[in-house]
């Protein structure tokens, strides 16, 4: 069923102007994602951030994780590239975080949801649990030289854009899409070949061939040797 529902997800984005996604050597549960900043009024406009998605075997049940895969300083983003952002966290209440289920991930969660909650928080940094202490001081007490390196490494990000790619016209993506609150087994009795996102019947007869997966061999520790070693 996680293939199938993850199918659906990946032809919806693939028509997003602010994302830019492919599948990693043609495995659905690993997608190459570019998040492409829109907004004109985002400190991060005109970034194009690679980033990897690692969808678990039991997705939607469970998040999927992601990693920036070149340095992004922000108070929010760990120096390896993972975020610290309650969507991304198991579902269920969290006394020690102090995280809400509602917060957290649950299984009416999209890809969407989690990409755009991402864009929201770079702009809309959570320095009382930051992942980088130095960025968060520097956030809150000298905006100024946040905002420059934070430009530097948007204009670095653009060497990322595939040969050919047009930056789209400007878009403000900041609206996160609501989900139905469902009971925790909600697909329990659920039809397997049910199309629970409301894809065609056609969704059956989807071949993998026509998700071009991205040309990279190198694994993940390879492109961040890569990037250290720029």
Same mark, same amino acid.
């Given at each position: ?22 599948? %990693? ?63 991304? %966290? ?9 995280? +809400? ?21 770079? !702009? ?9 202490? !130095? ?78 997966? +991205? ?14 070693? !720029?």
């Amino acid at each position: 069923m996680a293939e199938r529902i993850l199918m659906n997800e990946f032809r919806t984005l693939s028509r997003e102007k602010w994302v830019n996604i492919e599948l %990693h050597k043609d495995d659905i549960f690993r997608w190459d994602v570019a998040l492409i900043v829109l907004n004109e009024d985002s400190v991060y406009y005109g970034g194009y951030f690679k980033a990897r998605m690692t969808f678990p075997k039991n997705y939607p049940y469970a998040p999927p994780e992601f990693r920036f895969l070149q340095p992004l300083y922000h108070p929010n983003i760990y120096a390896d590239g993972r975020l610290c952002i309650s969507i991304l %966290h198991p579902p269920g209440e969290d006394e020690m975080s102090g995280e +809400s289920a509602a917060e957290r991930w649950s299984p009416a969660q999209r890809v969407e949801s989690v990409l755009i909650s991402i864009l929201s928080l770079l !702009d809309d940094a959570e320095c009382s649990s930051p992942a980088n202490v !130095d960025a968060a001081v520097m956030f809150r007490t000298n905006p100024t030289q946040y905002r420059s390196i934070v430009k530097a490494q948007v204009e670095a990000s653009k060497e990322n854009m595939p040969p050919g790619f047009v930056m789209p016209v400007n878009e403000t993506v900041t609206t996160i899409p609501e989900v139905e609150k469902e009971e925790p087994d909600f697909w329990a009795d659920s039809d397997v070949d049910s199309d629970v996102f409301g894809g065609s019947d056609s969704d059956e007869d989807l071949d993998m061939d026509q998700f071009s997966g +991205s040309e990279e061999d190198e694994d993940d520790d390879d492109e961040m040797q890569q990037m250290d070693e !720029d």
